[in-house]
């Protein structure tokens, strides 16, 4: 199992001990990444005290808030797009260019794929200056529309090989460049795509000078020695899970001498940035916005 697989897994756990997921259809989930019912269960048990009594759903229930996301009052549209991938596999994305960009933003979405929510992240970098390709990793498979079970689309991805997500994301930045020619390129993950943002950053040479991954697994022995970005890593403080491997990553950029900066959300747990789920945040995903541009507005512009 690789971390990616790994997270995924803990992440259906996680959902369930916090109520997110009744224990039928974690244990679904869990069965569709491959998990036998013991060890499904076994998982569950680690992460949770007991069962909850919410009805079984595909979705968790949306977040009530009457406040705008932040960047949406001048967030651009997007545009469907294809582009040519590894392989001759063809590619597929969201497209928001900036009337005069100020850089390139390759936005990774989470684990159901290219969402609404992950569209309007690129609309909303565009409408700040910063023209955004959102990809979409389940291409390979006809895109995440070609899924009607959220669930199965996270699957998926858990099986799609780290070599292929990353050969992906590379042919997203040299679209991303090939459509901001002469612009400095960056990259933002949210909790899956977080991951890939460490991944990308840590896999070798590359065309990014700036990242900002959202409370994302950092991977095994990750190693920054060969990249140039400087990194902003945005974790929650309620994130239990996902901040313990926070050490390892700063350690790792502190021996390559990265710059960098980790901030933490105070009172905001994880996906905390996403306004479509459970555990939004407002106030920590303002401030995650604010200091995402600032950073880009540094070393991208």
């Known amino acids: 199992m690789t971390p990616l697989q790994r997270y995924i897994a803990e992440e259906i756990a996680a959902d369930h001990a916090d109520g997110l997921l009744n224990r039928r259809e974690a244990l679904r989930r869990l069965g569709l990444l491959g998990f036998g019912v013991p060890a499904a269960a076994a998982l569950l048990a680690a992460c949770s005290s007991g069962d909850n009594e919410q009805p079984a759903t595909s979705q968790p229930p949306a977040p009530t808030t009457t406040s705008a996301p932040p960047g949406s009052s001048s967030a651009l549209p997007t545009t469907p797009i294809t582009f040519p991938g ?10 928001a260019g900036s009337p005069e960009p100020r850089g390139g933003v390759l936005v990774i979405h989470e684990n159901k794929g290219l969402t609404d929510h992950i569209r309007s992240v690129a609309g909303r970098f565009a409408g700040a200056g910063y ?58 993950g949210f909790c899956f795509g977080g991951g890939l943002v460490w991944l990308l950053l840590t896999a070798g040479p590359s065309a990014l000078a700036a990242a900002t991954p959202f409370y994302g697994p950092f991977p095994d022995n990750g190693d920054f020695s060969a990249s140039k970005a400087a990194v902003l890593g945005v974790y929650a403080a ?49 401030e995650a916005w604010r200091r995402v541009l600032g950073w880009y507005g540094t070393h991208l512009a």
């Open 238 to 286: 309620k994130d239990a899970r996902i901040d313990a491997t926070r050490r390892a990553a700063t350690a790792a950029l502190e021996r390559a001498g990265t710059l960098h900066e980790i901030w933490v959300a105070p009172d905001a747990d994880h996906a905390f940035f996403n306004d479509t789920g459970p555990r939004y945040s407002p106030a920590a995903a303002e």
């Open 131 to 188: 023209s955004a390709l959102a990809i979409d990793l389940l291409s390979a498979k006809g895109g995440t529309a070609a899924f009607t079970d959220p669930a199965a689309a996270t699957a998926e991805l858990s099986k799609t090989p780290q070599q292929q997500l990353l050969a992906d994301l590379r042919a997203g930045l040299y679209e991303l460049g090939r459509r901001v020619p002469g612009q400095k390129l960056g990259a933002t």
């Open 86 to 95: 590894p392989d001759n596999r063809e590619l597929q994305g969201a497209w």
